[in-house]
């Protein structure tokens, strides 16, 4: 476990969890834990995790951006002030580009800053119970930082005008009908939950969960026929990445009738 100042960072096999460490502030977002986050993620990504679990310590997540030590106190000093906001914004697009699978696990409130790194992580469940909200409208501002883009990449256009021009809250629960989390269950649930997920996950192959994501984000902005052909490529790419193992191992597996991969995985034997 690597101990930083605001952030708690445990490496587990396959697995890296890093919790917002200052309860007493809600877990926002100061100019350390964002220095702290840099350097945890560069950790992670270092030891290749399969999957990276962003948590809150106490009953928040991420209140988001610290309002007095990023933006209030470096205001007159506009080096200063672009000094202390650069990392997050290194470590807000470390999270998006992030070759293992990231998965938020929304205890409680989530705003702004917190609301977009919930927001650009792969995969998040939420307790019902958390609190949601872009409250930047309330305080005279609009979500910056990457936080409008991860909003409106979200949500649909009706909801996300909606939340952003009002300030309003939304619960965990909500989050999920309104595309912002992948499921919601009780608190008392939420452990238990990120667990099974966790669980499926590490299951998988590390190339082929990481160029699942790249697939995806890529295919976005191409035409069909565009992505055929990067689909193609990249599947033969994946396949000698891990000599064959569809082929050689997981196939063969499935012709002597040993799995159903409807219902399982294989199991792995090239996991690189
Ligand atoms: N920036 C700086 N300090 C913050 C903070 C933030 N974003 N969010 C909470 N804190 C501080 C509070 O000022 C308070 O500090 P204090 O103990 O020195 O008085 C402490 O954290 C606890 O917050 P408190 O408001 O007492 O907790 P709560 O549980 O009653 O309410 C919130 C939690 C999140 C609803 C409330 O703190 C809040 O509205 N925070 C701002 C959220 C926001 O607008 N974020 C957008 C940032 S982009």
Redesign the pocket.
């Known amino acids: 476990m690597s101990q930083y100042e605001c952030v708690d960072l445990t490496i587990d096999g396959d697995l890296a969890t890093v919790v917002l460490n200052r309860p007493?502030?809600?877990n926002?977002l100061s100019p350390t834990l964002h220095r702290n986050m840099v350097d945890a993620l560069n950790e992670v990504a270092a030891e290749k995790c399969k999957v990276l679990v962003i948590a809150g310590a106490g009953?928040?997540f991420s209140?988001?951006?610290?309002?007095?030590?990023c933006f209030l106190e470096p205001f007159d000093d506009p080096e200063k002030f672009n000094e202390i906001n650069q990392p997050c914004f290194e470590w807000f697009t470390h999270l998006r580009n992030f070759p293992g699978v990231t998965v938020a696990k929304v205890n409680g409130?989530a705003?702004?800053?917190?609301w977009e790194i919930a927001s650009i992580c792969d995969i998040v469940v939420a307790a019902e119970e958390s609190?949601w909200?872009l409250?930047?409208i309330?305080?005279g501002i609009f979500?910056g930082g990457g936080?409008t883009w991860s909003y409106a990449h979200n949500m649909t256009r009706k909801q996300a005008l909606y939340y952003a021009l009002t300030g309003n809250t939304l619960t965990g629960k909500q989050a999920v009908g309104l595309g912002l989390a992948t499921m919601a269950v009780p608190l008392a649930d939420l452990d238990a939950e990120v667990d099974k997920v966790v669980a499926d996950l590490v299951g998988k192959g590390r190339a082929v969960l990481r160029k699942t994501k790249e697939v995806y984000e890529k295919s976005l902005q191409m035409t069909f026929e565009e992505s055929i052909d990067w689909e193609m490529a990249k599947m033969w790419e994946l396949s000698r990445e891990t000599n064959d193992d569809w082929i050689r191992t997981a196939l063969k597996s499935f012709a002597k009738r040993e799995f159903k991969p409807g219902l399982q995985s294989y199991k792995l034997t090239n996991d690189v």
Do not use: Y
Not at 63 to 69: R, Y
Not at 111 to 114: K, V
């Open positions: 007493e502030k809600r926002c009953d928040a209140a988001g951006m610290d309002l007095e030590q409130w705003f702004g800053g917190g609190v909200g409250s930047e309330n305080f979500p936080a």
